[in-house]
């Protein structure tokens, strides 16, 4: 079992550009949730999704951020026009069924803009 | 809404002192209660969990007990190691489990030898 798997781990992108990541859940699991780390703000939740079908969104800023689920093996979260403030680790977990079970992160992807 | 309060921001000990984080939170029901930790470049880490009132969750030397009269589920541990240093997180998970978890602020932890 090789964990939840994000790419990439790094990415650098200049301001106004687009930024796509991926996530790979652990098999069998059936949710996903994306959060986003910073010094300031901490671990902040975005989104989470149960058997691919969007349940809660609430955290995911209404411009730019959104989110997907294509497959049980992956999801992607796409930030177009990326600003300096949206520099932050952006992390992934996976759970058997929702949060009230554990969640097992990947190691996060550190997006940087220029 | 529900939320996660932790009262120490940084804890600095030397190798063999007592470890307690203090965790309280607010929420209806009973939420389930976690401890994750987070070393330098990884993701956190789930350490344990607690789900019913008096319930002691515990891992590598680490315990908690769900404590629903003050609200608590501080985290302790005898005899810290600097293998110990890391950001400490206490988390909430709605009874239902229809939302997802809501973590405090952490508590960085660093352990001298």
């Known amino acids: 079992n090789a964990g939840v798997i994000q790419t990439p781990r790094h990415k650098v992108t200049g301001k106004g550009q687009e930024a796509t990541l991926w996530c790979e859940p652990i098999?069998?699991?059936?949710?996903v949730f994306w959060y986003r780390q910073t010094i300031v703000q901490g671990l902040e939740f975005l989104t989470y999704?149960?058997?691919?079908?969007?349940?809660?969104d609430s955290g995911m800023p209404k411009e730019r951020f959104s989110a997907q689920m294509p497959n049980q093996s992956h999801s992607t979260l796409k930030i177009q026009s990326t600003q300096p403030q949206d520099s932050a680790v952006y992390l992934c977990?996976?759970?058997?069924?929702?949060?009230?079970?554990?969640?097992?992160f990947g190691a996060g992807t550190r997006l940087s803009v220029l | 809404g529900d939320s996660v309060t932790q009262t120490e921001g940084q804890v600095a000990l030397s190798e063999e002192d007592f470890l307690t984080i203090h965790c309280n939170y607010s929420?209806?029901?009973?939420?389930?209660l976690f401890w994750y930790v987070q070393y330098p470049g990884e993701g956190p880490q789930f350490l344990f969990r607690?789900?019913?009132?008096?319930e002691k969750g515990s891992s590598r030397g680490f315990e908690a007990t769900y404590d629903k009269g003050t609200t608590s589920f501080h985290l302790r541990k005898a005899s810290v190691q600097e293998s110990d240093s890391a950001v400490y997180y206490c988390?909430?998970?709605?009874?239902?489990?229809?939302?997802?978890?809501?973590f405090g602020t952490g508590t960085t932890v660093s352990v001298s030898p």
């Open positions: 988390a909430l998970g709605e009874a239902q489990g229809g939302r997802a978890l809501i």
């Open positions: 929420a209806s029901g009973y939420p389930a």
């Open positions: 977990a996976s759970s058997l069924d929702n949060s009230q079970n554990t969640l097992y």
């Open positions: 607690a789900s019913r009132d008096k």
């Open positions: 098999s069998g699991h059936s949710a």
């Open positions: 999704f149960r058997n691919q079908a969007p349940i809660d």
